[in-house]
Antibody
Framework: QVQLVQSGAEVKKPGASVKVSCKAS????????MHWVRQAPGQGLEWMGL????????SYAQSFQGRVTMTRDTSTTTVYMELSSLRFEDTAVYYC????????????WGQGTLVTVSS | QSVLTQPPSVSAAPGQRVTISCSGS????????VSWYQQLPGTAPKLLIY???ERPSGIPDRFSGSKSGTSATLGITDLQTGDEADYYC???????????FGGGTKLTVL
């Protein structure tokens, strides 16, 4: 069965970076796009970007350009999202989600990783 | 400010029917499929409706979706207390080349 298992909660200081991992199992990661979505406390879902399954190339939301880096390791079937220059407002739960195409959307989600930015 | 517009909250009594609207534009809803997600407190979103009106395996037929032009609607019949959750619409925006979501609608079953 398809599973997306994310790394544990993180606490970071403003200005630092955080790297969240998402280990995929039960399918071939080079066949599906992987996206990242975040949710600030009490807020809605915010799309951050994606990893192209064919070449590993990323595409980022405009609001995160220059601060986010999405990568993958096909040998460990793990996808990573690194966010730099953290601000208090980056405190959120970060989700990886497998994209099953424009028709289906996000069928599988990771359990979420809470990133807290605090001084 | 979300690209897709949803009402912040809706409520209805158990057994009743409720609808949740999602409004967008020609670059997103108007030319792409709409999905709906249910998020129970403290959990990851769950796909409820895809392809505008199709249900994944295991989703009861009390949940339905429709789309007309640049708007979509989620319908829930025979409301149960377990349906209390946040509901999000989502789609792809061809102009932004990005995924987009509604701001979410909190459903209260009175």
């Amino acid at each position: 069965q398809v599973q997306l298992v994310q790394s544990g909660a993180e606490v970071k200081k403003p200005g630092a970076s955080v790297k969240v991992s998402c280990k995929a199992s039960g399918y071939t990661i080079t066949n599906y796009y992987m996206h990242w979505v975040r949710q600030a406390p009490g807020q809605g879902l915010e799309w951050m970007g994606l990893i192209n399954p064919f070449d590993g190339g990323p595409s980022y939301a405009q609001s995160f350009q220059g601060r986010v880096t999405m990568t993958r390791d096909t040998s460990t079937t793990t996808v990573y999202m690194e966010l730099s220059s953290l601000r208090f407002e980056d405190t959120a739960v970060y989700y990886c989600a497998r994209y099953d195409g424009h028709r289906v959307g996000f069928l599988y989600w990771g359990q979420g990783t809470l990133v807290t930015v605090s001084s | 400010q979300s690209v897709l517009t949803q009402p912040p909250s809706v409520s209805a009594a158990p057994g009743q029917r409720v609808t949740i609207s999602c409004s967008g534009s020609s670059s997103n809803i108007g030319n792409n499929f709409v999905s709906w997600y249910q998020q129970l407190p403290g959990t990851a979103p769950k796909l409820l409706i895809y392809g505008n009106n199709e249900r994944p395996s295991g989703i009861p037929d009390r949940f339905s979706g429709s789309k007309s032009g640049t708007s979509a609607t989620l319908g829930i019949t025979d409301l149960q207390t377990g349906d209390e959750a946040d509901y999000y619409c989502g789609t792809w925006d061809s102009s932004l080349n990005a995924g987009v979501f509604g701001g979410g609608t909190k459903l209260t079953v009175l």
